[in-house]
């Protein structure tokens, strides 16, 4: 904090004020009806509702569906962070390398960072088309008859892959701007000591990059949960029957097209429970062994 | 210590191809006619259709109300994207302000309250975030879009962040002269932060035009559908139609996709800058 600071009896908490009521009205407030909601059933004629203390919470972590749904979520945020993270990573270290068209490459590189989900998802989905795609006429090729929209697989495959897509040009921008911080002098006494490439990268490269690293897998595991959900949602259109979903889909499937608002809530904090875990295992438990110069 | 290595720039090259290549493949493919698309797939031809195309989507009036036309939805994507980067530039401002210059006993607390925000995002209370706007009467308005949106913290961290980073040398100078902390804001911090404001800018716009769930939410009527919001319509015009209208809904991806991406590209820079900086 400064040093000098001024003080107001009524300044500060006027030039909080504008920030501080959006919250309560649209965070704190939806927040606690989302935990209330939870412990409740509601009507689904809108004829009040009756507490029910954990019977939500039981009934969902009883269903199969669910588990089935937190499987598949599991699974989908584990592949499309390790490949975007991967990925992304490689094309910085190529990127930072280069000399001659670096630019270049940079500028078209981060562009599809400011395509929106869903719009990635349509493209995604024009690609996977069962008349024009040419993904799918290139899987025919090796006897693999592509079927999005209808079979379960492939349309996990199809949303890996548009998810994947979309979130590379952000790891890139990360990773580059990480090993652009990284000081010539260390490069240079890495390259004196070892002439392996490959060697300085894993050994000196890489451990300093590992806080961005680890910022990185925070940010990716949370967009694999929660902001793919335009590209799940431009998929399975509506029809989740046979199809793969993620958590966040589900809870809105279940409170918007189910109109089950004690289901829907209860989900809602369990997945606010993952949130805070995720944040705190950040905090506490992998900063520590990360290094920092 | 450098040298010209051809597999860098093979592998940069086969990154810059999975990238930008259904994005050209998209816009080529959408200057054909549906049946044509139909009959022969994607292309990376020029199909002299463009003009129609866009004009069609742009200014037909369709929707079930046969109202909404696409430069309506282009509007209210530009509102969406400037009234949300605008709000938060203000709302983060004037808060970080208040957190960082001013010594006041509940701080500590508003500080926490706002960090709070961070921890849950608005895609895991969505159902109960709808029933207040719904008792707020808030359905279908640009204060409905806007506003909820703006409950995260992401923009007062940055200023905050920013702020710490002016000397203290100019709070004291301003101080010897007698400026107050509003003439201190104004004359001193407003004008110091241009660049920073700049950078948030582009990102807050960014994401404000991206929105997609939340307008999905919170407008059925289609007369405040953005761009991004649109494209849920066509997927359900599609399920049923004969030949569906690929060349559109390519259109309408372009469409919606191009301010954003010009705008990363042209201030890249500053882009980079806020997006890097701010999030750490």
Redesign the interface.
Same mark, same amino acid.
């Given at each position: =904090?400064? !040093?000098?600071?001024?003080?107001?009896p009524t300044?500060? /908490?006027l030039?909080?004020l504008?920030? =501080?009521a959006?919250?309560f +009205?649209?965070?704190y407030?939806?927040?606690v009806?989302?935990v209330k909601?939870s412990f409740f059933l509601e009507d689904p004629f809108g004829f009040g509702s009756s507490f029910v203390g954990f019977d939500n919470y039981k009934g969902i972590l009883e269903s199969a569906e669910y588990r089935s749904i937190a499987g598949f979520t599991a699974i989908f945020t584990a592949l499309v962070t390790f490949f975007s993270l991967s990925?992304g990573l490689?094309?910085a270290v190529?990127?930072d390398?280069?000399? !001659? #068209?670096s630019s270049a /490459?940079? %500028?078209?590189?981060?562009?599809? /960072?400011? +395509?929106?989900?869903?719009?990635a998802g349509?493209?995604? =989905? =024009? @690609?996977f088309d069962q008349?024009? #795609?040419?993904f799918v006429?290139f899987a025919a090729l090796f006897g693999w008859d592509m079927k999005i929209g209808l079979n379960y697989f492939d349309t996990a495959f199809a949303m890996v892959v548009v998810s994947v897509?979309k979130q590379?040009?952000y790891n890139f921008?990360?990773f580059l701007?990480g090993l652009q911080g990284i000081p010539v002098s260390v490069?240079?006494a890495a390259?004196l000591d070892c002439r392996s490439g490959f060697r300085r990268f894993w050994t000196v490269i890489l451990p300093l990059l590992a806080p961005t690293a680890f910022?990185l897998f925070v940010?990716n595991v %949370?967009y694999s949960l929660?902001?793919t959900? #335009?590209i799940v $949602?431009?998929m399975v259109? $509506?029809k989740a029957a046979n199809n793969p979903i993620t958590l966040?889909y589900k809870? /809105?499937m279940d #409170?918007?097209r189910g109109n089950d608002?004690g289901g829907?809530?209860a989900q809602?904090v369990i997945?606010?429970i993952v949130? @805070?875990v995720l %944040?705190v295992f950040q905090f506490r438990f992998l900063e520590r062994r990360v290094h920092y110069n | 210590m450098y040298r010209l290595k051809i597999t860098d720039h093979i592998i940069l090259l086969l990154g810059v191809f999975v990238m930008m290549a259904p994005v050209v493949v998209a816009f080529f493919t959408s200057t054909h006619e549906a049946a044509e698309i139909h009959r022969n797939g994607l292309t990376l031809r020029w199909g002299n259709h463009f003009v129609e195309t866009y004009n069609a989507v742009l200014n037909r009036e369709g929707g079930f109300t046969g109202q909404v036309t696409g430069m309506r939805m282009l509007m209210n994507s530009l509102i969406l994207g400037i009234g949300f980067a605008v709000g938060k530039i203000v709302l983060s401002m004037l808060a970080a302000y208040a957190i960082v210059y001013f010594r006041f006993r509940l701080g500590t607390l508003f500080f926490w309250m706002i960090f709070t925000t961070l921890l849950l995002p608005l895609e895991v209370r969505i159902l109960p975030s709808y029933e207040v706007m719904h008792q707020l009467h808030l359905i279908n308005t640009y204060t409905g879009l806007i506003v909820p949106l703006l409950a995260s913290a992401t923009g007062t961290f940055f200023f905050r962040q920013f702020f710490k980073s002016i000397p203290d040398e100019l709070l004291e100078a301003a101080r010897i002269d007698g400026a107050g902390p509003i003439k201190f804001f104004f004359d001193v911090i407003v004008p110091l932060s241009k660049t920073m404001v700049a950078a948030i800018f582009i990102i807050m716009f960014v994401y404000g035009w991206n929105q997609y769930l939340w307008p999905m939410l919170m407008t059925n009527d289609e007369s405040f559908y953005t761009l991004v919001r649109g494209i849920k319509q066509i997927l359900l015009v599609w399920v049923g139609a004969q030949i569906p209208d690929y060349n559109e809904a390519f259109a309408i991806a372009i469409l919606a996709m191009l301010p954003p991406v010009i705008i990363v590209v042209v201030f890249q820079r500053w882009f980079i800058k806020g997006l890097t900086e701010s999030d750490k």
């Open positions: =904090m400064k !040093r000098v600071q001024f003080s107001s300044l500060p /908490y030039f909080l504008p920030q =501080m959006v919250i +009205i649209f965070f407030w939806p927040s009806q989302a909601s990925l490689l094309l190529k990127a390398a280069v000399i !001659r #068209g /490459y940079k %500028t078209v590189l981060i562009s599809v /960072y400011a +395509i929106a989900p869903p719009v349509l493209i995604g =989905m =024009m @690609f008349h024009i #795609g040419p006429r897509w590379i040009p921008i990360f701007s490069r240079e390259a910022f940010i %949370t929660f902001d959900f #335009g $949602d431009v259109k $509506d966040v809870v /809105y #409170g918007f608002l829907s809530s809602s997945l606010m949130v @805070f %944040t | -």
